[in-house]
């Protein structure tokens, strides 16, 4: 797999280098830095932007998301979020785009004393990697976030999880990968067969399952969207995440006002908003930070996370089909994972050698029967449910 | 005010008999009555059907809201449920339009001990009015509504509060009052003196303190739609109305599977949904029937209520001014009051002579200082605020 060939006609009608399935941030951050490559890129999406990734939080998280028995995916995201800044400048550069992107880091709460116990047990396992977890007195955490309830036991700080918004980030993803020579199409690919390119990127978050087999689930995750009165501000600068007798919860503020307050993990593949959910997420947030019961409720929400049996993503050539890339199962971490992903999957599309960090992420990690037939047969989803 | 003669041109340039500012429920069942009398009646609202009723759950409860120190406004309630189900039938005649009057009754009930004992001493005053009001143990509660949370300590039963689903009743008022001949103009009047007519009846809800300089303000409220999953009817037939951990809250089931729960009643004039709102009428609704946290939460939604200095109506002529007539003010009772707001106000169109039924609600009981300028000066807002 090599590069365009510099005297390539540039017509509509040459066989495309890549053909990228699904304009989310995976498959547009892939497609503009392939054609930042100068390789012929089509993308496929019949609704560009309306996956998972529109409803998002967009916390670039590898220390407070770093759980126990992941630590091939905790790399992962330590090296995607490290190449976050560059990844945000080069993009902004690109398109003059503001995408949000905020670097007060990321205070972990307890709300009861169970809570922190809980809370805290996590803690000492991310500084046991040596992750950058600071644990803070109720005053520490208070002279940060005057306003967390003053019934918050304890916290700690991790100053290293920023935050991204993935509304600013789609658009500008997606005018990046034009302005390199991307061409949107916006239909939907049923069949891999359909697609005529030599290298295809499938990129489809929970679609890629009917599309190569590969063990993609739903996780639904609902959550909401709030707003300051009187457009100011929300009144706390960090993303705030904790457990609130017994539910996890996040608060992510943004400049404009709104707070995105998140989120249920649910095995469901519905998008429905559900009683339930809402008043359970606006329980747990309004314990955490009381002001949050006067902001306005402007969005509720749901969406599917591309999940796999593992909680990593699948990032590489179909067993047998090196021409078939999967760039999917980014579960909770699409947006942190975009730029290592865009940068690995463009440097396996132009050299067709996998790197080496993409080794535990492969997709034949989920291959049981090496001697059954041919990848498309055996990748049945149900083998890894 | 006697009716148009018989040989009336029926011209559009004919001056009208009745002028109603406002196409709510009260404005157009008016309007449909004056029509129906042979009236000439004009209607004018610049969004008909935008303002409180769009919000309104649709309870017809005189019992359930008769409360202490409001005693001749629990019998005008009375009278007016009284005509539902006529007013109700000839409606449904006249339209052919199913406006969702069910007669299941309504459950009255407490939460908690503290709830039941707040519900207890107004389930007494009411019984003591001679009002139907009878008490369940909780296994006769759970007999009639099995969804009912178990913990639920008591409650009652009032057979005769009903409901209409006000979502179906606008629209079949509209078409009632177009049929009977009364002319809808989308404009908004700004002034009285911009009315043209024998006659104005301002039936404009919060809209008719600017118009009149009556003490009409607004009281928000904000409720939420639920839905049942799976397209089914909800798990529960009566409507619900309790307190839950000392807060009242109403449930309301439709055959659609819709659920109306509310309401919030706050000293406020704007129509934002607020975080802390929607979680404790969730969680109050929750409390009290556990499957609802299964529901679909399809609206949250606010509106403002016409409220009054005494919570009652303010119904009749203007003083000084026989030929403009008030039909607003009806609070959190404008859907049990249309059917006798619009047979009292349409009588007094065409005598001119108020019913005894409405000396407690005449517009003259806000008048405080009879010896100053005319009505229009005398009757500022602020006098009674």
Redesign the interface.
Known sequence: MTGRSESAPSSDRVRPDVAVVGAGPIGLAIAWRCAARGLRVVVHDPAPGSGASAVAAGMLAPVAEAYFGERQLTELLLASAARWPTFAAELTEATGADIGYRTEGTLLVGLTGDDLAEAGRLWAYQQGLGLPVTLLRPTELRDREPALAPRVRGGALAPTDHQVDPRLLLPALRTAAQRAGAVLVPQAVRLLSDVDARVTVVAAGCGAAALTGLPVRPVKGQI?R?RA?DGVAPGFRHVIRGYADGEPVYLVPRADGEVV?GATVEERSDT?????A??RL??A??DLLPE???????E?VAGLRPGTPDNAPILGPLPGRPDVLAATGHHRHGIVLTPITADLITDLVLTGVPDPLLAPFLPDRFVVAADSGGPETTMEGDRWS
């Open positions: 909401l709030l009165p307050l429905t908003v559900t009683a339930g809402v008043q606006l329980r947030g309004v949050l019961a006067e902001y306005d409720l402007v509720a």
